[in-house]
Each structure stands twice: as structure tokens, then as C-alpha cells.
């Protein structure tokens, strides 16, 4: 019975000999590589990415690094909530929360903070539902790349990599669509 | 200058050139392979990656270079030693170029005129099986043991076609030596009647069979794709070479291409003309017998390496042999070819009497 309307009939026929010789087909052959070189060497290679002076180019929405974002007034706005933790499937979110003290009003929104906030790169699968999950719009991916590092603790990134400068803030907004634009608390 | 000096230099450039001319054939058919297969080879070690080589040496030499533990130490060392040896010694008999004058003496560029020179070539090839079977075997690996004899086996049947069609060529012309050989391709007319300028009465156009055999069972003894059932890494987990790191797989690669360096010389020599280039009796007349020899030198490296890049758009347009089809080939298609072209040869030799 057929499976598949894709078989095809073998054929077992004796080799013509034109083709025993096996010379023909091998100057074909040898013509096809050449016509391959002769192209790239006048054309350039057609697939080739040189990086790091070329990049493939990346989707808008590619997701990267990640970013903890503050808001308009430069307080951070993520409360150790550890709904991203809880949300990640490869655990790769950490933290420890700490209660803000009168001096320090301005630096975070409200009462509890989080001291430490690590995520382990070597984990992170860069699925984005931490980015889903967060409800103060804290967490976002954004589309730089990871560095190389040398050793496997350099990767467990903290605070200082990872919330933005308050100088230099990391811009979202093309990634993001109208409604979600709207959603930001 | 005395002669001896003379060759010991010529001894020293020899070898230079024979290991500059490998070294760079490994980022030939680096690039080579890499435009073939629509993509650019290494371009990071050097303007178009020319310190390749050069990176790849060094990588041989910081690895840590150990002995397996049963081996043989002595055969072990010995093994790919033997192989660079006899590749690079077959050089001491080709000749590389017209003669040169240093104050008034003309000297031969060829390091050792022995009037025995294809025998001793295909001598040294035979021996060069024992360093291959010598590497599997010191090895204490039964996979190694394995691949040294499927080589030796391939390195020895087709080493029959290329003494056969050989005996074609030395039929023509007379005698064994090679500078006889050369020096008869350079004058005469072309199949008897044609009138040419000198030094283009090549053997390719008396005996284009015979090129094509010897083509074939060179590509087979230097263990070269599609022949190279005994080296590669899929079949045989790299065969012979497996247990060997750092310097001597370092000489077993290298040998390899020194020694596809020398049976390209070899077959520039028998078939196409040596150093012979057309015109080479009107530039000596003309420009001095030096200039002639240094435009012999680099005629005789172009058409080399013009035959090395061929070796290597071969190498990446076929597959691989499979090891019966191979010996089937060896056996049973280039022997009984190479025996018909001998007779055909002797019948034209006795019917026209040149």
C-alpha cells in the first residue's frame, strides 16, 4: 500500500558506458566546482556574514540581554515580587528583598526592593516570560548581545549589569506594541 | 664557486623550498576548498590569512606530545621521520631547472645526476608504504592497525600502474635518467611533422593514456581524495594517524603534502616537458644562459603548482571511493590500460622507427 504519493521507482539499469568510465561525470563535476569558484572569487561568497564587521541581521522584537528599567522620575521600579522567578522554566532568576529605608525615597518606588537580583545567563533560555510575567513593567529584554566571559561565575549577572544607568537609559519603546505601551504602570 | 658548495646550497634551497611549498598548500586547499563551496576561507591570521600556516605550526608545537603506552617507542618515532624522509630525499633527483653560471662554470640544477632516476623515485615510493605500516602498527591500536594496511594495500596495488605506465615514457625516450628526459621534450617536431618553436614537444601529446594513469595512480599513492580511504576522518577515525599528536602528526600531514608536492615535480617532468618552456633556445641564444634558467625554475613551478591546484579541485568535487571499488579500479582497469597503451606504444615505436 503507498504511504505517499512521493515514491519513486528505482531503476536498476546496467551503467551506459559512457558512464562506467566515470570521466565524463567527473569533468562535469569539475566543471560545476569551478564555475562555484570562479563566482565567489569575482562575486564574493553569497552567504557569508564577516563578523564582526557584518551582522546577520536580527528581527525587531529579538530578544536579548536583559534590562531592569526605572521610571521617569530614575526610581527602579522592580519590588522583588519574584513573579519572574517563579515564571522562569529554567530558574535562572534569583533575588533577596529589602525593606527601604526614609533616606532612600528616591531611589525605589515603593517599600520593598530587591538588594540582590541576579540571573544566570548560562540558564536564561531568553524566552522573555519574565518580561510577560512582571507587573510593574520592571523587566524587559532588550536586543544586545551577551559578552563573552572567561569563567562560569562571570556569568551569574547582578544590579550593576543589569538595572540601567539613570544616565543612560535603554530605549524599548520600538519593541513594544500600542497596547502594551499603554500598560505601563 | 666549487661544485660541492654549490650543492650543498642547492641541498639548502631544496629543502626550503619543498616545506615552504607544503606549508602553503595547506592554505591553498584551505582557500581552494573554501571557493569551491561558496564561502571564504581564513582571512584573520595575516592580509588573506597567508600566516595561516605559520599559526598551524605553532598549534603543533605548543600541544602536549605523548607515547600510548604499549607502543613501540622506537617505531613510533620512526614512522612518520621515514615518511617525511623519503618524501623530501625524492627531490634530490628531479631537475629543478636549465643550468646556471656562477664565473664561468655552468651547474646542473639538479642535486644528484644518477642516470637511474625514475627507478630511484619509484624506489622510494615503495619504501614510503613502510612508514605508513610502521605508524599503524606502532600504534598498539587494532583501528590504527587496520587503516596502515588498507593504505599499504592501496599505496601498493597502484603503485604496479604507475611502474607500467611509466615504462611507456621511458620507451620513448630511451633511458632513465631524467635530465635525458627533460632535454628530449625541448627540440624536435611535434608528432614528426608539425614545426614548432623549441621547448614545446612535450610527452602529454604522445602519450596522453599514460598521463592519465599516472594522474590516477599518483592521486592513489599519495593517499590524496578520492583516494583516501585510509586517512579520512569518517570511515576510520583518522586510520593510521589516530593515536599520533602534536609533531608527528604534524610530520605525517606534512609529509603528505611534500610528498604530493614531489609526484607532481615528477609527472611535470615526464609529461610535461620539465622546465622546458616555449622558446627556452631563443632566450639562451639571446638573454644569456642565467636568465634562461631562472625563467626554466619558474616555468617548472608554475606548471607544479598549477597540477597541485588541480589535485585539489579534485579532491573537492568526487566522494570517496569505497575500498573494493577502489582496488577493482586499481587491479582490474589501470593495469590491463596501462599494459594495452605499452603494446600500443612498442607498435608505433617499431612501425616508425623514432
Known amino acids: 500500500m503507498k504511504l505517499t504519493n512521493r515514491s519513486k521507482v528505482v531503476s536498476n539499469k546496467e551503467m551506459t558506458l559512457g558512464e562506467k568510465i566515470y570521466l565524463p561525470a567527473i569533468f562535469k563535476g569539475m566543471g560545476i ?99 510577560e510575567a512582571c507587573p510593574k513593567s520592571a523587566i524587559y529584554l532588550t536586543d544586545r548581545l551577551v559578552d563573552v566571559e572567561q569563567n562560569r561565575t562571570s556569568f551569574i549577572y547582578g544590579k550593576e549589569k543589569l538595572v540601567e544607568k539613570i544616565n543612560a537609559r535603554i530605549d524599548i519603546t520600538e519593541r513594544q506594541s500600542e497596547k502594551q505601551k499603554k500598560a505601563v504602570k | 664557486m666549487e661544485l660541492l658548495t654549490f650543492k650543498i646550497i642547492l641541498v639548502l634551497a631544496l629543502f626550503l623550498l619543498a616545506l615552504t611549498i607544503a606549508a602553503y598548500s595547506t592554505w591553498a586547499e584551505r582557500k581552494v576548498a573554501s571557493i569551491m563551496q561558496d564561502r571564504i ?47 623530501l630525499i625524492t627531490g634530490a633527483v628531479i631537475p629543478w631547472g636549465k643550468t646556471l653560471n656562477f664565473g664561468g662554470i655552468s651547474y646542473d640544477l639538479q642535486v644528484a645526476n644518477i642516470d637511474v632516476g625514475v627507478l630511484f623515485i619509484i624506489g622510494m615510493a615503495s619504501i614510503g608504504v613502510y612508514g605508513i605500516m610502521i605508524g599503524g602498527w606502532a600504534s598498539n591500536n587494532k583501528y590504527s592497525l587496520l587503516g596502515a594496511i588498507r593504505a599499504s594495500s592501496q599505496m601498493i596495488s597502484y603503485e604496479l600502474a604507475m611502474g607500467l605506465s611509466l615504462l611507456s615514457i621511458i620507451m620513448m625516450s630511451g633511458s632513465l635518467d631524467l635530465k635525458l628526459i627533460t632535454e628530449a621534450q625541448s627540440a624536435g617536431k611535434i608528432w614528426g611533422f608539425i614545426p614548432a618553436i623549441s621547448g614545446i614537444n612535450w610527452n602529454i601529446l604522445y602519450q596522453p593514456l599514460a598521463f592519465l594513469i599516472f594522474f590516477i595512480a599518483a592521486m592513489a599513492e599519495t593517499n590524496r581524495h578520492p583516494f583516501d580511504l585510509p586517512e579520512c576522518e569518517s570511515e576510520l577515525v583518522t586510520g593510521y594517524s589516530t ?15 611534500v610528498n604530493m608536492f614531489i609526484s607532481n615535480a615528477f609527472m611535470v617532468v615526464l609529461f610535461f616537458g620539465g622546465y622546458n618552456y616555449p622558446g627556452i633556445d631563443w632566450v639562451t641564444h639571446n638573454w644569456g644562459e642565467n636568465v634562461a634558467g631562472v625563467l626554466s625554475i619558474l616555468a617548472f613551478l608554475t606548471k607544479t603548482i598549477i597540477g597541485i591546484l588541480i589535485f585539489m579541485w579534485i579532491r573537492w568535487t568526487l566522494p570517496r571511493f569505497r575500498y573494493d571499488q577502489l582496488m577493482h579500479l586499481g587491479w582490474k582497469t589501470l593495469i590491463p590500460l596501462a599494459l594495452v597503451n605499452l603494446i600500443a606504444t612498442g607498435a608505433v615505436i617499431l612501425a616508425f622507427g623514432n
Not at chain 1, 64 to 93: M, N, S, W, Y
Not at chain 2, 61 to 85: C, H, R, W, Y
Open chain 2, 243 to 257: 593515536e599520533y599528536s602534536s609533531m608527528k602528526l604534524g610530520l605525517y600531514m606534512f609529509g603528505e603534502y
Open chain 1, 33 to 131: 566546482t569551478f564555475k562555484h569558484a570562479v563566482r565567489t572569487v569575482l562575486k564574493g561568497a553569497p552567504a557569508v556574514y564577516s563578523y564582526p564587521e557584518v551582522q546577520k541581521p536580527r528581527a525587531d522584537i529579538w530578544r536579548g540581554q536583559h534590562v531592569l528599567k526605572r521610571d521617569e522620575e530614575g526610581r527602579e521600579r522592580c519590588t522583588a515580587c519574584g513573579l519572574c522567578a517563579v515564571a522562569c522554566p529554567a530558574e535562572a532568576i534569583t533575588m533577596t528583598a529589602a525593606e527601604r529605608t526614609k533616606d532612600e525615597k528616591h531611589l525605589y518606588r515603593e517599600e520593598k526592593y530587591a538588594s540582590i537580583y541576579e540571573i544566570n545567563m548560562l540558564r536564561c533560555i531568553f524566552c522573555g516570560m519574565c518580561e
Open chain 2, 41 to 87: 576561507g581564513p582571512n584573520r591570521a595575516g592580509p588573506f590569512g597567508l600566516l595561516q600556516p605559520l599559526a598551524d605550526g605553532g598549534k603543533f608545537f605548543f600541544k602536549e606530545d605523548f607515547t600510548p603506552q604499549n607502543a613501540e617507542k622506537f617505531l613510533f618515532i620512526l614512522g612518520p621521520s621515514l615518511v617525511m624522509f623519503i618524501s
